[in-house]
């Protein structure tokens, strides 16, 4: 168990243009969903947490207007990159915790999303 | 502050010899998990292991083992008998509780390329 599944896998789009990725958890309920982003042979960079029912919680830096979390289920995030440039080319990965998970239960993510703007 | 630290760049292995990937941390934290991901070319992360900060018994997951030393805040992955399939990213990670709000977050470490040679 424990699968999520995140879409597209990758996206080619045009510089001011918006693009929406998925992660949906397929056989459990997160409660929690993190949405991270990864620059080449680079670690990962925790963008925002998004809460299911509440607005998500933003790192520092990170633009909320840019990117708009939106939690609707239990089962369901979704990251919007608005009015995207070539510098939001990157690769975007979510992971999810089960709703019943503590502090030492593990993340798990989706398959990432690589966006490329033009 | 909590700080993940991998301080292995790049590591070279033999194929079925056993390879220790290094990881330390720094939490003020009392309960917390520690986690290891692999990140092969195609970018998923796949969960290998997870020590909880009050497991006395280092965890260990078929060819994998988590050298887990509380005192020196160390929590080093140990791959036995590597294969070529081992060939990948490995990070580090440590979940860190939000008191205000009940919860976590994950911390990364840079992470480790490893190179399996046949």
């Known amino acids: 168990g424990a699968v999520v599944s995140q879409h597209p896998s990758w996206v080619i789009c045009k510089s001011g243009t918006s693009v929406k990725i998925e992660c949906r958890s397929l056989?459990?309920?997160?409660?929690?969903m993190f949405w991270y982003r990864q620059f080449p042979k680079q670690s990962l960079m925790l963008m925002a947490t998004?809460?299911?029912?509440?607005?998500?919680?933003?790192e520092q830096g990170v633009e909320k207007d840019k990117f708009l979390i939106n939690h609707a289920s239990l089962t369901l995030s979704t990251l919007t990159v608005t009015s995207a440039h070539p510098e939001d080319s990157s690769f975007y990965i979510c992971?999810?915790?089960?709703?019943?998970?503590?502090?030492?239960?593990?993340?798990?993510f989706g398959n990432g999303t690589r966006l490329t703007v033009t | 502050a909590q700080k993940i630290t991998q301080t292995q760049p790049g590591m070279f292995v033999q194929e079925k010899e056993a390879v220790t990937l290094d990881c330390t941390y720094d939490t003020s934290d009392q309960s917390y998990g520690l986690f290891w991901y692999k990140q092969p070319s195609s970018g998923e992360m796949i969960f290998l292991i997870y020590?909880?900060?009050?497991?006395?018994q280092n965890a260990t997951e078929g060819r994998y083992s988590l050298n887990f030393q509380k005192a020196r805040k160390s929590a080093n992955l140990v791959i036995s008998a590597s294969q070529l399939g081992d060939s990948a990213m490995y990070f580090c990670a440590m979940s860190h509780t939000i008191y205000t709000s009940g919860t976590y977050k994950y911390i990364f470490g840079t992470g480790t390329r490893l190179k399996v040679l046949a």
């Open positions: 056989d459990f309920q997160a409660t929690t």
């Open positions: 020590q909880g900060s009050y497991d006395e």
């Open positions: 992971s999810a915790r089960r709703r019943e998970s503590s502090y030492n239960s593990p993340l798990h």
């Open positions: 998004s809460n299911e029912g509440s607005k998500a919680t933003y």
